[in-house]
T-cell receptor, first 114, second 116 residues
């Protein structure tokens, strides 16, 4: 089955700097890669996703890149702000499999220092 | 914005007791899921449900777990004979599409289960 590895487990940056979180996946059939942000004690919330037919997607300060050949995808946050502090989870899903069986990475705790 | 609602927000139970966690998915969603998150760990898939039956389940979803859609709005997770290791946050999620579609999952706020 699918296995998703996520690095780093913790990341501390200064406000205004960029943050990059990287994930790798094992199943070459996976074709949907969402990123979720989870603030302390709250639900995971989708912040951006990418499908395997594109290599990059951007939404304001957030971008995701996908390298299908290498089976890795990354989250890029530019001009970080203190409110970006949270745990970020990547996930992968195989369209040919179940309807929504997302396999999550272990999460990255991002701390943005003012 | 439509939300997935879950009750209770927190439940404390004794080991061996049965618990039922309830979820109301977004009204036009057709696919429902349960995930769990042990404190400080990643979110883990338990089960997906469509058309009144289980679509897929993980190894975690053993015989002590069951799901049901008792009426047109609720989606429940039952844990029979709870164990200490069942202590976790349980998230319900729903989506419009399934396989082959734009499958964006919306999560509920979670039900924290504490087994003593």
């Amino acid at each position: 089955g699918e296995n998703v590895e996520q690095h780093p487990s913790t990341l501390s940056v200064q406000e205004g700097d960029s943050a990059v979180i990287k994930c790798t996946y094992s199943d070459s059939a996976s074709n949907y890669f969402p990123w979720y942000k989870q603030e302390l004690g709250k639900r995971p919330q989708l912040i951006i996703d990418i499908r395997s037919n594109v290599g990059e997607k951007k939404d304001q300060r957030i971008a995701v890149t996908l390298n299908k050949t290498a089976k890795h995808f990354s989250l890029h946050i530019t001009e970080t702000q203190p409110e970006d502090s949270a745990v970020y989870f990547c996930a992968a899903r195989n369209y040919g499999g179940s309807q929504g069986n997302l396999i999550f990475g272990k999460g990255t705790k991002l701390s943005v220092k003012p | 914005e439509p939300e997935v609602t879950q009750t209770p927000s927190h439940q404390v139970t004794q080991m061996g007791q049965e618990v039922i966690l309830r979820c109301v998915p977004i009204s036009n969603h057709l696919y429902f899921y349960w995930y769990r998150q042990i404190l400080g760990q990643k979110v883990e898939f338990l089960v997906s449900f469509y058309n009144n039956e289980i679509s897929e389940k993980s190894e975690i979803f053993d015989d002590q777990f069951s799901v049901e859609r008792p009426d047109g709005s609720n989606f429940t997770l039952k844990i029979r004979s709870t164990k200490l290791e069942d202590s976790a946050m349980y998230f319900c999620a729903s989506s419009v599409y399934g396989t082959g579609g734009a499958n964006v999952l919306t999560f509920g706020a979670g039900s924290r289960l504490t087994v003593l």
